[in-house]
């Protein structure tokens, strides 16, 4: 069974800080996709990590992938409130399924 | 603008009263995915078609149909509604699902109410 594990579920932070959200997958898959999804929201397409090594950066945030360890991060450098939102991240299986973590609900704080 | 479209935004309806939902792009994109999303939960995939190639994921209820009349347009049939099927439903796209061309692009989804 696929199974992607985000740590942590809840992650509250005060602006300026940095922080890091983990995430696990089972799968041999060298491709691992990050969403947000704001409130009542669809999701938003944050990284697309195609191979082993891949870094990723927009803004504050920045994804990494580590095929070997089957192991993706999403780095927040310096938080603002804006970055409030829940984050998954999402291995890609066969034939396109997409197999999403529990998500992290992220709160930054003043 | 190249887009993902979901019709009603809102949808309530009344147990067992059969509920469609509407999904429409503009990609030109070969796939097309419909998931449930459930409060606090992560996105369930459903189902979904490849072309006209339909595939449904194994712990979909029979209650859940779809249809794919063409490239543009698929809906989500629900043809007896229960208070467990309220839920936000997204519909996404994708170029293709065995290549590099199979980032998933959503529509901004419906929120069925089941009353």
């Known amino acids: 069974e696929l199974k992607v594990e985000q740590n942590p579920l809840f992650l509250s932070m005060q602006e300026g800080k940095n922080y890091t959200i983990y995430c696990n997958y089972s799968t041999t898959s060298d491709r691992l996709y990050w969403y947000r999804q704001d409130p009542g929201k669809s999701l938003e397409s944050l990284f697309v990590?195609?191979?082993?090594?891949a870094v990723k950066q927009e803004g504050r945030l920045m994804a990494s992938l580590d095929t070997k360890a089957r192991l993706s991060t999403l780095h927040i450098t310096a938080a603002v409130h804006d970055l409030s939102a829940t984050y998954f991240c999402?291995?890609?299986?066969?034939?396109?399924?997409?197999?999403f973590g529990q998500g992290t609900i992220l709160t930054v704080h003043p | 603008d190249a887009m993902v479209i979901q019709n009603p935004r809102y949808q309530v309806t009344q147990f067992g009263k059969p509920v469609t939902l509407s999904c429409s792009q503009t990609?030109?994109?070969?796939?097309m995915y419909w998931y449930q999303q459930k409060s606090s939960q992560a996105p369930k995939l459903l189902f979904h078609?490849?072309?006209?190639?339909?595939?449904n994921e194994a712990d979909t209820p029979d209650n859940f149909q779809s249809r794919r009349p063409n490239t543009s347009f698929c809906f989500l049939d629900i043809r007896s509604p229960g208070l467990g099927d309220a839920a936000m439903y997204l519909c996404?796209?994708?170029?293709?699902?065995?290549?590099?061309?199979?980032?998933?692009?959503f529509g901004p989804g419906t929120r069925l109410t089941v009353l």
């Open positions: 996404a796209t994708s170029r293709d699902h065995g290549s590099s061309w199979n980032e998933q692009f």
């Open positions: 990590l195609l191979s082993n090594g």
């Open positions: 990609l030109n994109h070969n796939v």
């Open positions: 999402a291995d890609f299986g066969s034939y396109g399924k997409l197999t």
């Open positions: 078609y490849y072309d006209k190639d339909f595939n």
